[in-house]
């Protein structure tokens, strides 16, 4: 009994404790030395912003203010949330978004230089249930219709916030490429990619494999990765893991798409997302250790998200990425 209860013991360390000890280490390593001078933005940033700017409950006062944050940044695009999309694909603008065309129009006035997009998105099948079904050509058919009505209140382009697809989906891709058809800017909110070359076969959709993520992001113009809600007990290990999520992401992204990686500019402490470890200035310097010394000007970060942002969040953004090397 005792030796079977010692053989039990090994078997665990050797298939459980090993593998995530060497995983840990190796993300520790990727956080470690110092990011090159040169690792800042190349003004090629975003920040996602919720419902309140397009449904009435925002002032032009917000909307000067919201330009006054701006300034000094690197940020280009704005994903204004003006969804979610009903499961069948439909948006009853009026009912959803009255405001849009308001907003688009007051913060070009006060910020000429960004870009907004309308941020679209539901969760779909087979993840959530009930949800949407982007292998339906009907389904698919009217999210590219309501995509279209939301750029006739005024917005430059559409961002998709799909969650959560699974690695491989056909149903996906097809709603990009007819999406791509209204021929204006696409982009889009990405799974992560998985770092171990396995766990996008798990069935809990969190990871998508790192062809799936090349297939997704040739078929958009600007490609953003949620890079939080990691599980990352610790700074290091989060950082660590932003790093190597960047270094992924670079391999396979083509140089005529715009790679953008997430920063959690909010709090939450759960098993998903530890919020000491999951900071903006860990997410900053991992980043800025995954892209090295590579000269791509198309890359950038995007923060998540406006309302929950503190001003600790932005200091660590401009601190860590927006001041000159």
């Given amino acids: 009994m005792k030796r079977r209860l010692t053989i039990a013991v090994l078997v665990v360390v050797l298939l459980v404790v090993a593998p995530v000890?060497?995983?840990?280490v190796s993300l520790r390593l990727q956080y470690a030395g110092d990011p090159p001078a040169a690792a800042k933005t190349r003004n090629q940033?975003?920040?996602?912003?919720?419902?309140?700017?397009?449904?009435?409950?925002?002032?032009p006062a917000d909307v000067t203010a919201l330009a006054r944050q701006l300034q000094g940044t690197g940020i280009r695009d704005l994903y204004v949330h003006t969804g979610p999309l009903e499961h069948d694909g439909s948006l009853p603008l009026a009912k959803v978004s009255p405001k849009a065309k308001w907003f688009v129009d007051t913060v070009h006035a006060a910020a000429?230089?960004?870009?907004?997009?309308?941020?679209?998105?539901?969760?779909?099948?087979?993840?959530?249930?009930?949800?949407?079904?982007l292998d339906d050509a009907e389904v698919r058919q009217r999210v590219v219709a309501s995509a279209a009505a939301v750029l006739q209140q005024?917005?430059?382009?559409?961002?998709y916030d799909f969650e959560p697809v699974k690695s491989g989906s056909k149903g996906y891709l097809a709603v990009l490429d007819e999406t791509r058809a209204l021929g204006t800017t696409l982009s889009v909110a990405s799974a992560q990619i998985d770092p171990l070359w396995y766990l996008h076969l798990v069935p809990v959709e969190k990871w998508?494999?790192?062809?799936?993520?090349?297939?997704?992001?040739?078929?958009?113009?600007?490609?953003?990765?949620?890079s939080y809600d990691t599980a990352m007990p610790l700074e290091s290990l989060y950082g660590g893991y932003v790093a190597k999520q960047t270094k992924l992401a670079l391999e396979v992204t083509p140089p005529t798409t715009d790679l953008l990686m997430g920063l959690p500019a909010y709090w939450e402490n759960n098993a998903a997302h530890w919020g000491n470890a999951e900071t903006v200035s860990a997410a900053v310097r991992g980043a800025?250790?995954?892209?090295?010394?590579?000269?791509?000007?198309?890359?950038?970060?995007?923060?998540?998200?406006?309302?929950a942002a503190t001003q600790e969040h932005w200091t660590a953004y401009r601190d860590g990425w927006c001041v000159a090397p």
Avoid: C
């Avoid at 419902?51 to 002032?59: C, F, I, L, M, S």
């Fill in 208 to 226: 998508w494999s790192q062809d799936y993520f090349r297939q997704v992001a040739e078929r958009v113009n600007q490609i953003a990765i949620m």
């Fill in 288 to 307: 800025r250790l995954g892209l090295g010394d590579s000269n791509r000007q198309n890359f950038g970060l995007a923060l998540y998200v406006d309302f």
């Fill in 21 to 24: 000890a060497t995983f840990a």
């Fill in 154 to 159: 005024g917005f430059q382009g559409i961002h």
């Fill in 112 to 133: 000429p230089a960004v870009r907004v997009q309308a941020w679209l998105g539901d969760v779909v099948q087979p993840g959530k249930d009930p949800g949407m079904d």
């Fill in 45 to 59: 940033d975003a920040l996602w912003l919720g419902h309140a700017w397009v449904d009435g409950r925002k002032t």
